[in-house]
C-alpha cells in the first residue's frame, strides 16, 4: 500500500511538470527528417559565384570566427550560388560546407557566430534551401541537421526578447515562422512569432517607414514581409489582414526612395542597391503597393519632368533605431534620369572604423554645417546623441511645381542658430532653387561669440559626375558647371556672398572601398546677429 502511494506521488509529481522541462524546447524540431513543404524561394543564386565556391577545394574558412568576409559567409546565402548550378556535385558541396559547419560549430553558441542576425539568416537559408542540398541525403545526415537546426532555433527566441532593430527583428521573426511551420512537431516556434509579429503590423505607419529610417533596412523589410506571406500560404496558413496592409505601405515607402536608376538612395546607412533586386522585391510585393508616395516616412519626394529630389526633412532616427544613423538632417540626392548628380556619401560597409563614422558626419551629406561641427552628435560604434528635436516641415505645390521648406535645431544649443532650407523644383525639373537661412530663436539675437564663425553648403557629387572651372558674373555671382554623359550638362548658381570651390570628397553608395569623387563648397561667415540668407540654384543648360 504504501509504495502504491509513494509511486502515485510520483507519478503526479511528473504530471505537474511543465512542457518545457518534461521535454526540452531544444527538442523542438529536432527528431525531424525531412520538411512539411518545401518553402518559397523566389531569389536568384549567381552561377558565377557558384563556380566559385566549386573550384576551390576549401572554399569557406569556417574556423575563422572573426572578420567581415567570414562573417558574412556564416549566413550561408551562398548555398543560392550552388543551387544555381544545379548539379549532383554541387549539392554534394552544399553538404558537405553544411556539415563541416555543424561539427565546427554547430554544438553550442559561440560569439559572434550565434548572433541573432547571423542566426535568422542562417536558419532561412538552410530551410529555404534544404530541398535542393538536403531532401535525398543519408538519415545520419539529416539527424545532425535537424539537431543544429533546432538548436540554433531555440536560440533565436531566447534571444528575441533583446533584439530592438527593426529589421533584425522580423528577419528573426520570418526564421522562426519558416522553423515552424515547415519543419514538423515545431509549430510551437512559428506560433510564438506571429503573436509577436501581428502587434508590430498592425501598428505599422501611415507613411509605411520603419523607424530606422534606412532605405536598405526598409527593402530587407519588405522581402522578409513578402517571404513570410509566402510562408503562411504555402503552409495553408490563413494570411493576417494587417501583413497584407503591411506590405502594401512599407512597398510605396521603398519606391519612393529610388532614383531614376532605380537603387536607392543614401539616407542613414542605406546603400544603392541592385536595382534588378529591388524590382524584384517590388515586383513580389504586388503591383499596387509599388507606387511611391510622396512621403517615404524618411524623406520628400518631388519629381519634375525627369528630375527627382528626394530631401530629408525628418528627424533623426529615435534612440535605440539610430545605431547605423547619420548626422545628416536637411540633406537632399538630386537624380536627372537615370543619372546621380548630388548625393550623400554613404556609409561604408567595411572593417575601418574612421571610414564608418566620417560617412555619418554632416559633412558627409549635402547640406549645410555650422563651424565644422554636426548638426547631431555621432558616437563612435553607432547610435546619435543631442539630436536635432524641433522639426517644422511645409510642403506647397502649384502646376506642377514643388516647394518644400524644413527646419531643425541641431545647431541652436551650441550656436544659437536655427537651420532652415527652402527647395523649390520647377515642372519641367530643369530648375531647382535653394535658400538656406541661418537664423536665431523665435525673438532672440544670434549670441555674439557665434558672430564670425564659419559654415559651408556642401554639394556632393557623384563619382559619374564630372565638374568644371567655375566662373564669376560681373555681379559676382559663380556659376559651377557639372554633369555627365546620361544627365548632360548642368550648371550650380551661388550669389555673391557666397565664397565657392571644389573639393575632395568620397562616395561609399556601393560595395567595396570609398571612389573618389568631388565637392562643390559654397562658404561664409554668420556676421549678422539677425541672422543670414544664403540663395543658391542648380538648372539644366541648354
Given amino acids: 500500500m504504501a509504495r502504491e502511494r509513494a509511486n502515485g506521488a510520483r507519478h503526479e509529481k511528473r504530471s505537474r511538470v511543465p512542457l518545457a522541462l518534461s521535454y526540452p524546447l531544444f527538442r523542438v524540431g529536432a527528431k525531424a527528417r525531412q520538411l512539411l513543404f518545401v518553402p518559397p524561394d523566389p531569389w536568384p543564386g549567381n552561377t558565377a559565384s557558384g563556380e566559385r565556391l566549386m573550384s576551390v577545394a576549401e572554399p569557406l574558412a569556417w574556423g575563422a570566427a572573426a572578420g567581415e568576409g567570414a562573417l558574412e559567409a ?46 535568422a539568416n542562417r536558419l532561412v ?4 534551401q534544404f530541398d535542393f542540398f538536403g531532401k535525398t541525403a543519408p538519415q545520419s545526415w539529416k539527424a545532425a541537421f535537424f539537431a543544429s537546426l533546432a538548436r540554433q532555433a531555440l536560440a533565436l527566441a531566447r534571444a528575441l526578447p533583446r533584439i ?28 510564438r512569432a506571429l503573436r509577436l509579429l501581428l502587434p508590430m503590423l498592425e501598428a505599422w505607419p501611415e507613411h509605411g517607414m520603419i523607424p530606422e529610417r534606412n532605405p536598405s533596412d526598409q527593402l530587407a523589410v519588405l522581402r522578409d514581409l513578402v517571404d513570410i506571406r509566402a510562408l ?30 532605380g537603387g536607392l538612395a543614401l539616407f542613414h546607412g542605406g546603400a544603392e542597391e541592385d536595382a534588378t533586386y529591388v524590382d524584384v522585391v517590388l515586383a513580389l510585393a504586388g503591383a499596387d503597393a509599388a507606387a511611391p508616395s510622396r512621403f517615404s ?15 530629408d526633412a525628418t528627424a533623426p532616427p529615435p534612440e535605440r533605431h539610430d545605431r547605423a544613423a547619420h548626422a ?36 558627409a551629406h549635402s547640406t549645410l554645417v555650422v563651424g565644422d561641427r554636426n548638426s547631431a552628435e555621432v558616437l563612435p560604434g553607432g ?13 506647397e505645390e502649384e502646376a506642377g511645381a514643388v516647394w518644400i521648406a524644413g527646419s531643425h535645431d541641431g545647431y541652436l544649443r551650441r550656436f544659437g542658430v536655427l537651420h532652415r532650407r527652402r527647395l523649390f523644383l520647377a515642372a519641367d525639373g530643369t530648375d531647382l532653387r535653394g535658400e538656406d537661412r541661418l537664423a536665431p530663436a523665435a525673438g532672440k539675437r544670434i549670441p555674439r561669440r557665434t558672430l564670425g564663425t564659419p559654415f559651408a553648403i556642401r ?69 549678422n546677429p539677425a541672422g543670414l540668407e544664403a540663395r543658391w540654384a542648380i538648372k539644366r543648360m541648354r
Avoid at 247 to 261: C, N, V, Y
Avoid at 357 to 362: C, E, V
Fill in 232 to 261: 503562411l500560404i504555402a503552409a495553408h496558413h490563413d494570411v493576417p489582414i494587417a501583413l497584407e496592409a503591411a506590405i502594401t505601405l512599407a512597398s510605396r515607402a521603398l519606391a519612393a526612395l529610388r532614383h531614376g536608376d
Fill in 74 to 119: 556564416h549566413r550561408f546565402s551562398w548555398l543560392r550560388d550552388l543551387r544555381a548550378i544545379g548539379d549532383a556535385a554541387a549539392r554534394q558541396r552544399c553538404r558537405n560546407l553544411v556539415m563541416g559547419w555543424i561539427v565546427r560549430h554547430g554544438e553550442r553558441p559561440e560569439k559572434p557566430l550565434w548572433s541573432p542576425d547571423l542566426l
Fill in 383 to 395: 547610435g546619435l546623441r543631442q539630436r536635432p528635436t524641433e522639426l517644422v516641415l511645409d510642403r
Fill in 328 to 363: 545628416g538632417t536637411l540633406s537632399f540626392e538630386l537624380s536627372a534620369g537615370p543619372a546621380r548628380l548630388i548625393v550623400n556619401c554613404g556609409a561604408y560597409r567595411g572593417r575601418d572604423p574612421a571610414w564608418r563614422d566620417a560617412g555619418r558626419m554632416t559633412a
Fill in 125 to 128: 537559408n538552410w530551410i529555404g
Fill in 297 to 311: 516616412g524618411a524623406c520628400e519626394r518631388a519629381a519634375g519632368g525627369e528630375t527627382l529630389l528626394l530631401f
Fill in 459 to 527: 554639394f556632393h557629387l557623384h563619382p559619374v559626375v564630372v565638374v568644371g572651372e567655375f566662373e564669376r558674373d560681373a555681379g559676382g555671382a559663380t556659376a559651377v558647371p557639372f554633369g555627365s554623359s546620361e544627365s548632360g550638362p548642368w550648371h550650380l548658381v551661388a550669389d555673391s556672398r557666397l565664397s565657392t570651390t571644389i573639393e575632395e570628397s568620397f562616395y561609399c553608395g556601393r560595395a567595396g572601398p570609398p571612389q573618389k569623387t568631388k565637392q562643390i563648397v559654397l562658404a561664409g561667415k554668420i556676421d
Fill in 164 to 191: 530592438v532593430a527593426t529589421a533584425e527583428r522580423i528577419r528573426a521573426l520570418r526564421a522562426l515562422i519558416a522553423f515552424g511551420t515547415a519543419v514538423p512537431g515545431a509549430q510551437v516556434r512559428s506560433d
